[in-house]
């Protein structure tokens, strides 16, 4: 019988779920952090800075920019994503949006993907993190379209896209697929707005998204912001 030093130091499984758990804490305060520091004045200084071009085009570049952005930094995109449809119209603002949406899954994914998986395996325990990536792989549809709209949990999900190893292509996919649809909820808002400004109920339900993504937002910055100082 073997009983040499990697039998020996294999972590229990509850230290195994332990480090599993630390990791994703890390992870979190990776994201949370620049929330805690900066989210306040980026939240006032968003909207001042997309009021600043005046060619298409370069709104467009910063809307995109700054959703790509928001991967390290907390840009609100339900911000951006409005001020995208409002002034660019429903078609190529919610062009952009969708487009921003997707850069920014991917540079998430890029960042994830530079972590030492394999180290990372073998801290944790290689059972629990292979179970652990299995499902994640199998089941990335729904938790990274389900994740793409919320705060937080959007980068969150790009980040461990990329360091669980979710193939890119069915990656990419499903945020894709995911952004678009986010994106036309903000586009149809803005058209209804622009279109039949009377019917308000109508607008109000397809403003539900946005709004409520804002708000959150706001919400949680103001907490991290209490909570650090």
Not at 81 to 94: I, S, V
Not at 109 to 134: K, N
Not at 167 to 196: D, F, K, R
Request: charged share 10%.
């Amino acid at each position: 019988m073997t009983t040499g030093p990697t039998a020996l130091s294999a972590p229990s499984r509850t230290a195994q779920w332990l480090r599993l758990g630390g990791m994703l804490l890390l992870l979190t305060l990776f994201i949370l952090v620049p929330f805690a520091l900066w989210g306040d004045a980026l939240d006032q200084a968003t909207p001042a800075w997309m009021t600043r071009p005046d060619n298409a085009v370069l709104l467009a570049t910063l809307g995109i920019a700054l959703l790509v952005a928001d991967v390290l930094l907390p840009i609100p995109s339900s911000v951006v994503g409005m001020a995208l449809c409002w002034t660019l119209g429903p078609l190529w603002g919610g062009a952009s949006f969708a487009l921003g949406l997707t850069l920014s899954f991917a540079f998430g994914y890029a960042l994830g993907r530079l972590a030492p998986e394999h180290r990372l395996r073998q801290w944790v325990g290689p059972p629990l993190w292979d179970t652990v990536r299995g499902k994640a792989q199998h089941q990335s549809l729904w938790w990274i379209v389900a994740a793409r709209p919320l705060p937080l949990l959007a980068e969150m999900s790009a980040l461990l896209a990329g360091v669980w190893r979710v193939p890119p292509a069915q990656a990419l996919a499903m945020a894709a697929l995911s952004s678009c649809i986010v994106a036309a909820l903000y586009a149809g808002s803005a058209w209804l707005g622009m279109t039949e400004p009377g019917i308000g109920i109508t607008l109000l339900a397809t403003l539900a998204l946005p709004a409520s993504t804002w708000a959150l937002h706001r919400l949680l910055v103001r907490q991290l912001a209490k909570e650090l100082t």
